[in-house]
């Protein structure tokens, strides 16, 4: 049992289901806890470790039949370790695989999921522009023009996770002929293409993100995902994933909480350890109950996802409450380290640097606070 999951929401899982969850959370303690804050304070991805995350079987289980539950445990288990890794993961698995897997062919699911699931082609999602975030639905200014059997994009993209070493990149273009938003799965090397790594980040700083430019890059239709024909079809992609960066957020929270509750009983001060302490008492009571009802949100999220019946505003009540819980948790965190907890030796000032990622991307707060409300009240507020 995790110290962090107090009611013990894991005894919800299938013995097969808890096999897996299990063999990912030994994969991350023996594999990527070791080397994250190297890795994250040199701004590099552990590649060689690509190869061991597709000896545990987990990419592509939504379109094998998984539950949420399961695949959100999952997430859980990567951001409560390193939320860099958990970020590269959920890219691929989530946004590029789950774009193609929902909006593709037959034939391009057969084309690229497979190799995707073995982890021997890693994906992108381009949606983000350098002028645009969440105006993106009516703002975007990457075009797609087609000539014959090949489309010509032009524009740029920002913040794009995966993307200086992807093999596959899922770009989203407005057609100049409809003005439609639609979807491209752009190979590597594809001239017109080019990915440059973001530098001086303060977070998930592991994550290899990038700015990227399309010049007359030229696309084969084959290559076209014929089932985007519009923004609410990348919405879609979106509202699954909102509720991954949910977990996301609990897994953060949750990692943060167990090392202020390792470090409170082996800190002395005044003669005995910090643990005994009313106040630090309080803040450790606080972050669990941060974390407690945040999973508790996202478990019946998943089960609303497995019911078929969950709607945007689900995945964006998610997304909005449990990031807002996680940064005040990851702040009482640092506040029982003290000084140490702003320095990498001790862990807590890498989860307290990511959460400032978690909590904006898939929308901020803001926008998704707007999608809910739109929701209960019938009125759109966005403009």
């Known amino acids: 049992m995790m110290t962090g999951d107090f009611y013990d929401y894991f005894e919800l899982l299938e013995k097969d289901e808890k096999e897996i969850v299990l063999r990912v959370r030994e994969f991350m303690a023996r594999e990527v806890a070791p080397i994250a804050d190297e890795e994250w304070t040199n701004a590099r991805f552990p590649h060689h470790l690509i190869p061991e995350f ?3 079987d987990i990419a592509g289980l939504p379109y094998r039949g998984a539950r949420s539950l399961l695949t959100g445990f999952l997430v859980l288990e990567m951001n409560r370790v390193d939320p860099s890794m958990g970020t590269f993961f959920g890219v691929h698995n989530g946004l590029a695989m789950g774009s193609i897997d929902r909006l593709g062919s037959d034939e391009q699911r057969e084309r690229w999921l497979p190799p995707m699931a073995a982890m021997e082609k890693i994906g992108a999602f381009a949606l983000t522009e350098p002028e645009g975030g969440s105006d993106v639905a009516a ?3 990457t075009t797609a023009r087609r000539e014959g059997d090949v489309w010509v994009l032009n524009g740029a993209k920002r913040w794009i996770g995966n993307a200086t070493f ?3 990149v899922v770009v989203w273009a407005k057609d100049e ?4 938003v639609k979807g491209f799965v752009v190979e590597k090397g594809t001239p017109g293409f080019s990915a440059t790594k973001i530098e001086n980040k303060i977070a998930l700083r592991t ?3 990038a700015d990227i430019t399309l010049t007359n890059c030229l696309v084969r239709e084959e290559n076209r995902l014929p089932n985007a024909g519009g923004f609410r ?7 699954q994933t909102r509720g991954g960066v949910a977990w996301q957020a609990v897994g953060c929270m949750m990692g943060a909480y167990e090392l202020a509750l390792k470090y409170a009983k082996d800190r002395e001060q005044f003669g005995r350890p910090i643990a005994g302490f009313q106040l630090v008492q309080d803040l450790l009571v606080r972050m669990l109950g941060n974390v407690t009802c945040s999973l508790g949100m996202v478990v019946r999220l998943a089960q609303l996802q497995d019911a078929g019946v969950y709607k945007d505003e689900h995945s964006a009540m998610a997304k909005a409450f449990c990031t807002v819980r ?5 702040g009482w965190g640092r506040e029982i380290m003290g000084g140490n907890g702003i320095v990498l030796d001790y862990g807590m000032g890498r989860f307290v640097a990511d959460s400032e990622a978690i909590y904006s991307y898939e929308g901020t707060r803001e926008i998704n606070s707007l999608i809910v409300g739109r929701a209960i009240t019938g009125v759109g507020a966005f403009i």
């Open 233 to 239: 079809d990348t919405a879609a992609i979106l509202r």
């Open 326 to 330: 996680m940064r005040e948790a990851v």
């Open 207 to 209: 994550v290899q993100n």
């Open 54 to 56: 597709a000896k545990l």
């Open 177 to 180: 002929a409809d003005g439609q």
């Open 139 to 141: 703002g975007l200014r």
């Open 166 to 168: 992807a093999d596959l």
